[in-house]
């Protein structure tokens, strides 16, 4: 586990080149094959930083594709997504919705944790646009191989990545949007937003939104159109 990325002006390597990883990105991806060539990915400087790469998990050929932002501290750990506190609301609410987790398949915008020391805790950081685009090739390649129907983002940076800067979540959660990414698209809060809720009447009503803007999911799954 290394601290050591923050020496250099963030994603902008020292020769200046922009980072991407497009070049590690197999001819003809499979997923096993896709998460192997990730493992070893070195797209950005992210890699420095996080213990390994954190890839999706899923079924090929699952019908939903739920995208976050990035592993979290213990996704890191376990080099698996959403398996932490905001993977738990998440399990919840798939399951309260009507959405089977073994139908969905779970990854992130960025594969790699990026955080900074505060004494000894990991804090998370949120990725930039460079190191955004620079993963951006692994989740082409994951919505290429799984060719989801509904593609749900999770949260601003991942609506934000996948449906344009200028998609507010706090204005157009649950709404379809047009996209080529997949046949329904649409966006909601991150689960760990649920969770920085202020108190546990804010967090129940937050979490009662996020289960409404999923329960959309089912029916469109069952051939019904929004
Ligand atoms: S964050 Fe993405 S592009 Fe950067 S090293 Fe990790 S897998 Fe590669």
Known sequence: MRASAASHTEGVPAGGE??????YVPER?????????AAGCRGCHLWERGT????????????????????GDQE????????????????????EAGID?????????????KWEPRGKRRIHQKPNWSEMAACRPWLDAEIEVVEPDVIVCLGATAAQA????????????????E??????VLATVHPSSILRQRDEAAREAEYAAFVDDLR??????NGRSP
């Open 18 to 23: 922009t980072e991407s990883a497009a070049a």
């Open 29 to 37: 991806p499979t997923l096993a094959g896709l998460r192997e060539a």
């Open 101 to 113: 987790r073994r139908q969905a398949y779970v990854t992130n915008v960025v594969k790699h944790f």
């Open 52 to 71: 390994q790469t954190v890839f999706g998990e899923g079924a090929r050929g699952a019908d939903v594709m739920l995208v976050g932002e990035q592993p």
């Open 76 to 95: 890191d750990v376990a080099g698996k997504p959403f398996v932490g506190p905001a993977g738990r609301i998440l399990d919840q609410g798939l399951e």
């Open 179 to 184: 996209s080529p990414l997949a046949r329904y």
């Open 216 to 221: 959309v999911v089912p029916p469109l799954l």
């Open 162 to 177: 996948l449906i344009g800067r200028d998609f507010r979540v706090s204005r157009q959660r649950g709404e379809f949007v």
